[in-house]
């Protein structure tokens, strides 16, 4: 076997995302408690980088003080701000629902698990006009983007 030889962290590094905003979909998504007992919402979601090829990123909606602004950025992102308003998202919904992440590698401090990529927080839809709702505070959902690209 040949090959190029690499540095501990260039081996460590390998596969994983730079810090960027890149396109998601949610694969699956389970309501549970976390370990305070809080309800949540566990994400399985496949990032996809510039050349399209995806990479699946665990991700948790828990709305404490902490957590409210993803459970909500992520809700806009996705089309959901109805139902956020509403107070109640259902994991059974979310399977399939598409938007965008800034995602980073999360070092761990402890040095006994590789880095890994993590979603730090999900980001409004833009163009056509839709605003940042998820940020301005306006409860309205963002206008879908319009597609004359009908099949029929």
């Given at each position: 076997m040949r090959f190029d030889p690499k540095s501990e962290k260039e081996v460590a590094e390998a596969g994983l995302l730079p810090l960027g905003n890149y396109d998601f979909e949610v694969v699956a998504a389970e309501e549970k408690r976390s370990e305070k007992g809080n309800d949540m919402i566990e994400l399985r979601a496949r990032v996809y980088d510039n050349d399209g090829q995806g990479r699946t990123i665990f991700d948790y909606l828990v709305h404490?003080?902490?957590?409210?602004?993803?459970?909500?950025?992520?809700?806009?992102?996705?089309?959901?701000?109805?139902?956020?308003?509403?107070?109640?998202?259902?994991?059974?919904?979310?399977?399939?629902?598409?938007?965008?992440?800034?995602?980073?590698?999360?070092?761990?401090?402890?040095?006994?698990?590789?880095?890994?990529?993590?979603?730090?927080?999900?980001?409004?839809?833009?163009?056509?006009?839709?605003?940042?709702?998820?940020?301005?505070?306006?409860?309205?959902?963002?206008?879908?983007?319009?597609?004359?690209?009908?099949?029929?």
């Amino acid at each position: 076997m040949r090959f190029d030889p690499k540095s501990e962290k260039e081996v460590a590094e390998a596969g994983l995302l730079p810090l960027g905003n890149y396109d998601f979909e949610v694969v699956a998504a389970e309501e549970k408690r976390s370990e305070k007992g809080n309800d949540m919402i566990e994400l399985r979601a496949r990032v996809y980088d510039n050349d399209g090829q995806g990479r699946t990123i665990f991700d948790y909606l828990v709305h404490t003080d902490g957590g409210a602004y993803k459970v909500r950025h992520f809700a806009y992102a996705v089309g959901m701000g109805v139902e956020y308003e509403k107070g109640e998202l259902r994991a059974d919904r979310l399977v399939g629902a598409t938007g965008k992440a800034r995602v980073f590698i999360k070092k761990d401090k402890t040095k006994q698990y590789p880095d890994k990529n993590s979603i730090s927080d999900y980001l409004p839809p833009t163009g056509n006009g839709a605003a940042s709702h998820a940020t301005a505070g306006d409860p309205r959902p963002a206008a879908p983007p319009f597609d004359d690209d009908i099949p029929f």
